[in-house]
């Protein structure tokens, strides 16, 4: 049987990243962040992007304004705080990309099966929002460096714990659509399978009773564990690691090639590690070893020997 994975932590996840969401600029100008960063307090959408089909990189300077997918439920990644900003560690990385392209971020919350549709009807110009580096993926999007390594676990209850899919074979395990957690349950037909839209009916479907457990990224799934009482988290590497991109509109060579750039250049601030110590070692825990998941220049330190 496999492992329960926890924090180590007392406080809230939610009280700690509330925190943080308020004065991450504070943080960045007294030299708390890498050197050279610079944020901007992005909102919720309000404009959809110029035309579907994506805007040219002179268009989005224009415009002085960054249309950005992201998810909104799913912490440690991309959620809204109790202040009612976006928080998470790809919301750090869309502001940045944001401010370097002289914008201010626009986000557009998605759920994760329609990540790609936000960028294919022009709701979006970009999608930070742990896309994942698949040959699925990269026909429908040109992707950048990546700037992530994540995997899976399962939630269940405490009492009732399963540790990998092996033990939840005759079981129904929830996942939501459009993520790999779909495609490896679709791989496991042992598996029952019940599917939903977003994070948070995940989170209440797992609660209500309707699946024996809940497949999800391990980010996601031990932050949502530790807030509620009575379930588990099992250890990560179901499915395998995978590595996550930035979604751009195919055919949108100038915009990438920018945002490579940038993401290069924060790989030599070491602005992943910073962004790795604000948003996930709160919910991993200290003992966690972040080469596992944090990608510096599209390296993952793990495999850099860093």
Known sequence: MGKQLGRGADISRRS?????????????????APRGTRWETGQAATTPAASAGGRTL??????????????????????????????GYDIYLAGRLATELGAVANYVACDPADRLGALADGRADIVVAALPVT??????????????RTTH???????AFLGDLAEAAGRTVIACEGTEAASVLAGTPEVGQRLVSS???????????????????????????S??????????????WRLCAVGVP???????????????????TSFFTWDYKQNLRPVLGEGFDLRQVVVEGGKVLADAGA
């Open 58 to 87: 002179e268009e989005i300077r224009a415009s002085k304004r960054l249309d950005i997918a992201v998810l909104s439920d799913a912490a440690p990644l991309g959620y809204i705080n109790s202040f009612g900003n976006y928080v």
């Open 153 to 159: 676990c399962l939630v269940s209850r405490k009492d």
């Open 16 to 32: 700690f990243v509330g925190g943080v969401g308020l004065s991450v600029a504070a943080l960045a100008l007294a030299g708390c």
């Open 135 to 148: 040959d699925e993926v990269a026909a429908a999007a040109d992707l950048s460096m990546p700037y992530l």
């Open 250 to 268: 195919k055919g949108s060579a100038e915009l990438l090639e920018r945002i490579n750039e940038t993401m290069g250049a924060l790989g030599g």
């Open 227 to 240: 807030e509620h009482a009575g379930f588990a988290a099992s250890e990560p590497g179901i499915g395998g």
């Open 199 to 225: 994070y948070s009916d995940a989170g209440r479907a797992l609660e209500a009773g309707e699946g024996d457990a809940l497949l999800a990224d391990f980010l996601f799934a031990t932050d949502w564990a």
